[in-house]
């Protein structure tokens, strides 16, 4: 389908390793986002891009996590020495983001990220 | 501080009632707020948008309400039925495309 998709869909990995999420936004959408969920909460903003910049990366916790998105449109979420707090679904959404104020967003089915 | 919430308690309607859920948000001044709708190990699918400007908008059998001054959107859901289960997700716009989500109200319709 045309969705939002993420990869992988699980993942499990042992504390203090490195891991990378990948998103694949909708065709054309140039606003694309990263946001975290645990059980019970609403989606937790970490950062989000227009085009190839981070526009707004202030969610990011702290200087493990980074995010790329090279040609403006698959993104990837690098976390570095995870630790156990990390785990979560991470979740990827994309909206149109024109001029026109496209503010809708497609969300992916997320990663679930566990780690022991 | 900067907060967005939502009746934490789940709502329990019968079916064909009307379902209104809140969000309520504070120290922001959003330009249009989004209600979505979030089922069990999926990712939030959008609803409705609504902007400052527009006290009410409708969708089929949704309409969400916007009140800038009670820092306020009521969400129904009339004719509510069983599918109409899910967790509601409220996401208040804090600058041009950023949102920042509440964490969600369950509802459950009963047949």
């Known amino acids: ?116 | 501080s900067q907060k967005i919430e939502q009746n934490s308690e789940a709502l329990n309607i019968q079916e064909g009632k009307t379902a209104t859920l809140t969000c309520n948000y504070t120290n922001y001044s959003p330009a249009y707020l989004q209600w979505y709708r979030q089922d069990p190990g999926r990712g939030p699918v959008f609803l409705l948008l609504i902007r400052e400007n527009e006290k009410e908008k409708r969708k089929e059998r949704l309409k969400v309400t916007f009140d800038t001054t009670l820092k306020q959107s009521l969400f129904h859901i009339t004719a509510s039925q069983p599918a109409d289960s899910a967790t509601y997700l409220c996401a208040v716009e804090t600058g041009g495309f950023k949102t920042i989500f509440g964490a969600g109200t369950r509802l459950f319709v009963k047949a």
């Open chain 1, 1 to 116: 389908g045309a969705g939002v998709s993420q990869t992988p869909s699980n993942k499990v990995t042992e504390k203090g390793k490195y891991v990378e999420l990948r998103c694949d936004p909708i065709s054309g959408h140039t606003a694309l986002y990263w946001y975290r969920q645990s059980l019970g909460q609403g989606p937790e903003f970490l950062i989000y891009f227009q085009g190839t910049g981070a526009a707004d990366d202030s969610g990011l916790p702290n200087d493990r996590f980074f995010a790329v998105r090279p040609e403006g449109s698959v993104s990837t979420l690098k976390i570095q020495r995870t630790e156990r707090g990390d785990s979560a679904v991470y979740l990827c959404a994309s909206s149109q983001g024109g001029l026109e104020g496209e503010y809708e967003q497609y969300f992916g089915p997320g990663t679930r990220l566990t780690v022991t």
